[in-house]
């Protein structure tokens, strides 16, 4: 559960939450709070404002960690090319 107090965390916590759910297979939720939603704000949107580093220790499974194996991956490569992280 991702939990932004601001919108600048709706943006950076939506790219974690995003490579989050790319990488293990699950969902990831994020609460989302009225009086964030419904507020302006200015927001650095540089994509290499995050920095999503994914995993180096760990041997994926093949056919990925769950049934939508494919999928998933190809999900990953996406959010592994906008980053600093490798594709694997």
């Keep these: 559960m991702l939990f932004p107090s601001n919108v600048q ?3 950076d916590f939506g790219l974690h939450g ?6 293990s297979g699950l969902w990831v939720a994020m609460k989302c709070v009225t009086d ?6 200015s927001v650095d949107i540089d ?3 995050t920095k999503i580093v994914i995993p ?31 594709p694997r």
């Design 9 to 11: 965390e709706y943006l």
């Design 47 to 49: 994509p290499h404002r």
């Design 56 to 86: 180096t220790d760990f041997a994926m499974p093949d056919g990925g960690r769950t049934s939508a194996g494919p999928i998933r991956r190809s999900c990953r490569k996406r959010v592994c090319s906008t980053t600093s992280g490798t």
């Design 18 to 23: 995003w490579a989050i759910s790319c990488y």
């Design 36 to 41: 964030v939603v419904e507020s302006s704000a």
